[in-house]
């Protein structure tokens, strides 16, 4: 099993940036591929970036260019650097990681408890 456990949330103004992160304990050399996901009031979950085991990276249309997602060599940390912060930005963001290479929804196997990100205009 692996845990998962974010920080990092808190109130930013917009323009802002605040950087995530995800540390991972337990059995991490099951889990490869890592990402965050968002839920805001109202709507659906969205995927916002993800890193494959192979360090492929993947951005939502809306984070492209203002968020980075990396992780620490040892696989034991994921951060979301987020910059240019907006208010529609405010979400719970959650930390997911798979046994797969590649993440994909339905393969996830471990979730963190989420830490909450408000944008305030």
């Known amino acids: 099993q692996v845990q998962l456990v974010e920080s990092g949330g808190g109130l930013v103004q917009a323009g802002g940036s605040r950087r995530l992160a995800c540390v991972a304990a337990?059995?991490?050399?099951?889990?490869?591929?890592m990402g965050w996901y968002r839920r805001a009031p109202r709507k659906e979950q969205q995927l916002v970036a993800d890193?494959?085991?192979?360090?492929?990276?993947y951005y939502a249309d809306s984070v492209k260019g203002r968020f980075t997602i990396s992780r620490d060599s040892d696989k034991r940390t994921l951060y979301l650097q987020m910059n240019s912060l907006k208010p529609e930005d405010t979400a719970m963001y959650y930390c997911?990681?798979?046994?797969?290479?590649?993440?994909?929804?339905?393969?996830?196997?471990?979730w963190g408890q989420g830490t909450q990100v408000t944008v305030s205009s």
């Open positions: 337990g059995d991490i050399f099951s889990m490869h591929a």
């Open positions: 890193i494959s085991g192979s360090g492929s990276t």
């Open positions: 997911a990681g798979s046994r797969q290479d590649v993440l994909t929804t339905r393969d996830i196997d471990f």
